[in-house]
C-alpha cells in the first residue's frame, strides 16, 4: 500500500486537479502500487482496474492505456519533486541551510512517497518516447537547481567540490535511494532520516557541520 495517497500528491501541485473524478484517483493510486510491486511491464490493465475496484473497460474512461497512467505518475511526482527543491533552494539562510534543508526534505519525500518515489524512478525506461522527453526536462531542472545552489556555495568557500554536476547527481541520488528500501518497519521516521541525511549531504560537499 502506498504511503501518501495520490489524491494528496496531485492537490500539492500548481493547478492540482481537485476537480478529478474520484475514479481517476483510484485508478492512479491503484496504477502506482501495482507498478511498484509488479514493475510496469509484468502489470496489466485488469490489475490495475481490479485493484481499483473497477471493471477494465472502466479504465479505458479515464486513460487511453497503462503507460498513459504511467505518464503521469511519472509527470506529477517529478513536478512534485521539482518544487520541493526550488523551494528549498530559494529559502532563507546561506547555501549550507538551504543544502541541509534540502537534503532533509528531498529525503523525507522519498521515505513518505516511497512507493511514487520507486515508480517515477525505476520505471522510466517503460515511457513512451514522448512522455519521457517531458520527464527528462523535469530531471534536468532538478539537477540544475541544486547545481547552482552548490556552485553558490563553492563561490562562498562553503562547499569543496571538484566537478558541480557529479555533486548534484550524489546528492540527489542519495535521497532517491531512500524510496526503494524505506518501509513502515524501518527504524526512523522520514523527518529522523531527513535530518541524518541532510548532515551526510553537507559532509560530502565538504562543509563543516
Same mark, same amino acid.
Request: glycine share 8%; no cysteine; proline share 3%.
Given at each position: =500500500?502506498?504511503s501518501?495517497p495520490?489524491?494528496?500528491?496531485?492537490?500539492?501541485l500548481?493547478g492540482?486537479?481537485d476537480?478529478?473524478?474520484? /475514479?481517476a $484517483?483510484?485508478l492512479?493510486?491503484?496504477?502506482?502500487? !501495482?507498478?511498484?510491486?509488479?514493475?510496469?511491464?509484468?502489470?496489466?490493465?485488469r490489475?490495475?482496474a481490479? *485493484?481499483?475496484? =473497477?471493471?477494465? *473497460?472502466? #479504465?479505458?474512461?479515464? $486513460?487511453?492505456s497503462? /503507460?498513459?497512467?504511467?505518464?503521469?505518475?511519472?509527470?506529477?511526482g517529478?513536478?512534485?519533486?521539482l518544487?520541493?527543491?526550488?523551494?528549498?533552494?530559494? +529559502?532563507?539562510?546561506?547555501?549550507? @541551510?538551504? =543544502?541541509r534543508?534540502?537534503g532533509? &526534505?528531498?529525503t523525507?519525500?522519498?521515505?513518505r512517497?516511497?512507493t511514487?518515489?520507486r515508480?517515477?524512478? $525505476?520505471?522510466?525506461h517503460?515511457?513512451?518516447?514522448?512522455?519521457y522527453?517531458?520527464?527528462?526536462v523535469?530531471? #534536468? @531542472?532538478?539537477?540544475?537547481?541544486?547545481? *547552482?545552489?552548490i &556552485?553558490?556555495?563553492?563561490r562562498?568557500?562553503?562547499?569543496?567540490?571538484? &566537478?558541480?554536476?557529479?555533486? /548534484?547527481r550524489?546528492?540527489?541520488? #542519495?535521497?532517491? @535511494?531512500v !524510496?526503494r528500501w524505506?518501509?513502515?518497519?524501518s527504524t526512523?521516521?522520514?523527518?529522523?532520516?531527513?535530518?541524518? $541525511? +541532510?548532515?551526510?549531504?553537507l559532509r =560530502?560537499l565538504?562543509a563543516?557541520?
Amino acid at each position: =500500500m502506498t504511503s501518501t495517497p495520490i489524491a494528496d500528491l496531485w492537490r500539492t501541485l500548481p493547478g492540482g486537479a481537485d476537480s478529478r473524478p474520484e /475514479a481517476a $484517483y483510484r485508478l492512479l493510486q491503484a496504477a502506482v502500487e !501495482s507498478f511498484a510491486e509488479r514493475g510496469f511491464h509484468a502489470t496489466t490493465t485488469r490489475d490495475i482496474a481490479t *485493484a481499483a475496484g =473497477m471493471s477494465p *473497460a472502466a #479504465l479505458y474512461i479515464h $486513460y487511453q492505456s497503462k /503507460a498513459a497512467l504511467l505518464a503521469e505518475i511519472s509527470q506529477a511526482g517529478h513536478a512534485a519533486t521539482l518544487e520541493l527543491v526550488r523551494a528549498a533552494a530559494a +529559502g532563507e539562510g546561506g547555501p549550507v @541551510d538551504r =543544502m541541509r534543508r534540502l537534503g532533509e &526534505e528531498f529525503t523525507a519525500w522519498h521515505a513518505r512517497a516511497r512507493t511514487v518515489g520507486r515508480v517515477v524512478n $525505476y520505471e522510466l525506461h517503460a515511457l513512451p518516447e514522448d512522455a519521457y522527453a517531458v520527464v527528462a526536462v523535469l530531471r #534536468l @531542472d532538478i539537477e540544475r537547481e541544486v547545481s *547552482a545552489l552548490i &556552485e553558490e556555495g563553492v563561490r562562498a568557500g562553503a562547499f569543496q567540490v571538484s &566537478e558541480v554536476r557529479t555533486a /548534484a547527481r550524489a546528492v540527489t541520488s #542519495l535521497g532517491i @535511494d531512500v !524510496s526503494r528500501w524505506f518501509t513502515d518497519r524501518s527504524t526512523e521516521t522520514p523527518d529522523e532520516l531527513g535530518r541524518r $541525511y +541532510g548532515e551526510l549531504v553537507l559532509r =560530502m560537499l565538504g562543509a563543516r557541520v
